[in-house]
Antibody
Framework: EVQLVESGGGLVKPGGSLRLSCAAS????????MCWVRQAPGRGLEWVGR??????????DYAAPVKGRFTISRDDSKNTLYLQMNSLRTEDTGVYYC?????????WGQGTLVTVSS | QAVVTQEPSLTVSPGGTVTLTCGSS?????????PYWFQQKPGQAPRTLIF???NKHSWTPARFSGSLLGGKAALTLSGAQPEDEAEYYC?????????FGGGTKLAVL
């Protein structure tokens, strides 16, 4: 069964850093563009950014609110996606999901909660 | 960054038909925006209903359909059921980003 499991969330102070991980199983991770999507409490979904496959150059794209602060990377040998978040702001609070980009047939994981608060 | 707009809320009667729309601040939505539609129920992760304008997954109920309508992407629900009460999000693709709409809260009353 295809599974995506996010981890690494927690409480961090404004200006701090956090690294999220997403472990993928039972699908060909290395062939998939992958992205992060977040959802602030009681709010809508927000596409954060993506990393393409190595074959497609392994390049990244980011949404304007996170560009320059967040970095997405992947380790195909570990079937794992990462999100390095620096200079965190209170508005970065929310549940962070990883999915293939665009999200398709793969079931979404339950996400990991990031809380940015002093 | 483009802004994607959806109706904040809609209500449909059980058995009725409703159309949710998804517009783009950059102009008309086309098949080149590869519209996606997601359903999210309280406390659950989203799930994909429609991809690439009108294609359905195996789990997508037949009563849901996707299309382009009047310069927007559209999700039509025909024969609404109580279990369709949920938040619905569209997603549009641009040259190097994707943008979600703000979501439509659909009530079945």
């Amino acid at each position: 069964e295809v599974q995506l499991v996010e981890s690494g969330g927690g409480l961090v102070k404004p200006g701090g850093s956090l690294r999220l991980s997403c472990a993928a199983s039972a699908f060909t991770f290395s062939n998939a563009w992958m992205c992060w999507v977040r959802q602030a409490p009681g709010r809508g979904l927000e596409w954060v950014g993506r990393v393409k496959t190595k074959i497609d150059g392994g390049t990244t794209d980011y949404a304007a609110p996170v560009k320059g602060r967040f970095t997405i990377s992947r380790d195909d040998s570990k079937n794992t996606l990462y999100l390095q978040m620096n200079s965190l702001r209170t508005e970065d609070t929310g549940v962070y999901y990883c999915t293939p980009d665009p999200p398709g047939a793969t079931p979404w994981g339950q996400g990991t909660l990031v809380t940015v608060s002093s | 960054q483009a802004v994607v707009t959806q109706e904040p809320s809609l209500t449909v009667s059980p058995g009725g038909t409703v159309t949710l729309t998804c517009g783009s601040s950059t102009g008309a939505v086309t098949s080149g925006h590869y519209p996606y539609w997601f359903q999210q129920k309280p406390g659950q992760a989203p799930r994909t209903l429609i991809f690439d304008t009108s294609n359905k997954h195996s789990w997508t109920p037949a009563r849901f359909s996707g299309s382009l309508l009047g310069g927007k992407a559209a999700l039509t629900l025909s024969g609404a059921q109580p279990e369709d009460e949920a938040e619905y999000y569209c997603l549009l693709s641009y040259s190097n980003t994707r943008v979600f709409g703000g979501g439509t809260k659909l009530a079945v009353l």
